[in-house]
Each structure stands twice: as C-alpha cells, then as structure tokens.
C-alpha cells in the first residue's frame, strides 16, 4: 500500500511539473490566437540599435486587416514611405508615386534590400507565432513571457533588410544570439519586444549588430485601412 502511494504521489508531481511548464505556453498561444482572430489591429515597430539610433527606417506604423492585406508607413532617412501589402505583392510610395515592389527593386541596392525585407515582413499576430515556436524555453517573469530564440530564427532576423552587391555572395552571420518577450493582459497580447546580437558579413564588411525592437499593438477590432486606386492598381 506504501509503494503505491508513493508511486502516485510522484506521478502527480510530475504531472503538476508538467502542468506548469506548459502554462506559460498556454497563455502565449492562446493570446497569439485571440489577436489573430481579430478582424484588424495596427501596431508601432521602434528599433533601437546599441549606439542609441532608430534603424534605418525609423519607427514603423503599421495596420492589417485578418492579416491579408498589410498598411506601412515609415521614413528612412527622413523620407515618408508608405506601403501597401498582400502577400509577396506590394505597392510603395515615396517621392514619384505609387510603384510597384517590382519596379522599386531595380532602382538600386538599397531599394533592392527594403524590398526584401518588406516581402519577408509579417504582422504581429504571424510574427507572434512564428517567434513564439522558436523559444527554446518559455518562462513567466516580471510580467512577461520570454526566452531564447533559436540561432537559426536570430540569423534570419538578422538578415532582414541585408544589403547584397551584384556579385557577391549571400551575407553571412556568426555569434548570433537573440531573445523574445510577450506581453499579456487580459488574455490579449499587448507588446512584443525582441533583442539580437550577431555578426554580419557582406563582401568585405563586418556589422557588429545589436539591436532591439519593441512592437507596441493597438486598437484591435477599431482599425481601418483605405487603399487608394493606384496603390490597388500596382497590387493586382
């Protein structure tokens, strides 16, 4: 009689272990649901690199609708861009008009690379979830949901936007390490913040990259988006 309260003694141990590791995973999975299923959303994107600066394109205002069709607007440089997405398509605007991502593409490489990084762009509710399954462990702290991600998810968050000459091969990355946190209320998610670190190697230049970017989500379900003509036309 003993051993067999003993044994289930330690099989609801280990059960309530496993009951609480995967609560946190629970609670992020199911706020990552909660702002998918939501019928728009817009959010802001700042980036903070390790001197103090904003990032090339400075902070990004953003809005979707079901994740379908993606509204952005930024300033590199100074210069107001705005864009519209569905999928790999794209509209974007600066000083000559509505373009299409085709037609900006061969206007340079630094064109080329924002075009790049605009294709592999994802709302925060897919973003989320891509992030969310590449934590090598979840844990609650401080009122937020974080962990490690992967090397291979940092590398290719540090690719983002990577400038590549005609010619030469694809950028390379070494030393990367890269953490994600949620942030929950209410059972909706409110805020993701990431943080990268790696080296960056294109041609003969060596980035030393450290940055953190913080998105801040906001009026879901009260969220509109208006395409103009041109912008719908370049989308088709």
């Not at 980036?47 to 079901?66: N, V």
């Not at 998810?153 to 390379?172: F, V, W």
Request: glycine share 12%.
């Amino acid at each position: 009689m003993k051993s067999i309260l003993t044994i289930g003694f330690i099989g609801i141990t280990a059960y309530g272990l496993l009951a609480a590791d995967d609560a946190p995973k629970d609670k992020l999975n199911q706020a990552i649901k909660q702002l998918t299923a939501k019928p728009n959303y817009s959010w802001t994107t700042t980036t903070k690199e390790a001197d103090g600066s904003g990032g090339r394109l400075g902070p990004i205002e953003g809005k979707t609708e079901k994740d379908t069709l993606v509204f952005l607007s930024f300033s590199p440089g100074g210069l107001p861009v705005e864009v519209y997405m569905k999928g790999e398509k794209g509209a974007a605007k600066a000083l000559e008009g509505w373009q299409s991502f085709d037609d900006i593409a061969q206007t340079g490489d630094t064109a080329a690379a924002i075009v790049r990084f605009l294709r592999k762009y994802k709302a925060p509710a897919a973003q989320s979830a891509e992030l969310a399954g590449n934590v090598k462990e979840l844990k609650e702290a401080d009122g937020a949901l974080g962990g490690d991600l992967t090397e291979d998810a940092t590398k290719e968050m540090l690719l983002l936007g990577a400038r590549r000459r005609e010619g030469q091969d694809a950028p390379k990355v070494t030393d990367a390490k890269g953490s994600i946190k949620f942030w929950v209320k209410d059972g909706g998610m409110t805020k993701y913040e990431m943080h990268i670190q790696g080296k960056v190697t294109s041609g003969d230049r060596v980035s030393d990259v450290d940055r953190t970017m913080t998105t801040d989500i906001k009026d879901p379900g009260a969220t509109k988006i208006e395409i103009p003509d041109e912008a719908k036309q370049k989308l088709s």
